[in-house]
């Protein structure tokens, strides 16, 4: 069964700093990859995924991920924070040929300083 | 991009009572959908998997009779709560997947907040 870790619950960095927010999982074969975001009392908007082809992923709001088989990482990254990425992080795992359901991992909670 | 809306965002309701909760794919037809429940400061747990015009298919550990789904139609999915109680206290959020499925098809709903006084 797929699973997921995300090993820090709650990152903080400071407004222009640079984020990295780790994800593992855990699947016997090439997973399908997502991150969320999700704001306090909001529902979960797609940053990106990765599906094959290139493990650089390109997503919204400035974020990217590299996905590393030989690390079963997924870690997501901005460059330079802005005050309003302050919210909660998932990384999710799907199964290929499977149904379309989710494994989601804890989730990081990112606080950023002005 | 496709929208799932989920209603009501939020509502309160008193012990014992029935709470439905639905979701809607707007521009699109579903005929799957996905129901996950959020404990606070938790993760998204899936309840069950919603197929139009048949029944729910519940994971381990999640009571079916207390939390009726129904999929009647292609843009619909509801999940009643009955007789809830304050345990049942969470945030539920819907996923719909597209015609053809796939994961490019999965679209999550808004979300519902509930609270059982």
């Known amino acids: 069964a797929q699973s997921v870790t995300q090993p820090d619950i709650h990152i903080t960095v400071s407004e222009g700093a640079s984020l990295e927010l780790r994800c593992n999982y855990s699947y016997g074969a090439t997973p399908y990859l997502f991150w969320y975001v999700q704001s306090p009392g909001q529902g979960l908007q797609l940053l990106l995924k990765y599906f094959s082809g290139d493990t650089l992923v390109q997503g919204i709001k400035g974020f990217e991920a590299e996905f590393k088989r030989s690390q079963s990482s997924f870690n997501l990254r901005k460059p330079s924070v802005h005050w309003s990425d302050a919210a909660e992080y998932f990384c999710a795992v799907g199964a290929q040929g499977g149904s379309e359901k989710l494994v989601f991992g804890k989730g990081t909670k990112l606080t950023v300083n002005p | 991009g496709a929208v799932v809306s989920q209603h009501p965002s939020r509502v309160i309701c008193k012990s014992g009572t029935s709470v439905k909760i639905e979701c809607r794919s707007l521009?699109?037809?579903?005929?799957?959908m996905f129901w996950y429940r959020q404990f606070p400061k938790q993760s998204l747990m899936l309840m069950a998997t919603?197929?139009?015009?048949?029944?729910?298919?519940?994971e381990q550990g999640v009571e079916k009779d207390k939390f009726l789904i129904n999929h009647a139609s292609l843009t619909l999915s509801t999940l009643t709560v009955t007789s809830a109680h304050p345990e049942d206290s969470s945030f539920y959020i819907c996923?719909?997947?597209?015609?053809?499925?796939?994961?490019?098809?999965?679209?999550f709903g808004s979300g519902t907040q509930l609270s059982v006084l």
């Open positions: 919603s197929n139009e015009g048949s029944k729910a298919t519940y």
């Open positions: 521009d699109f037809q579903a005929t799957t």
């Open positions: 996923s719909a997947v597209g015609s053809g499925g796939g994961f490019g098809k999965l679209f």
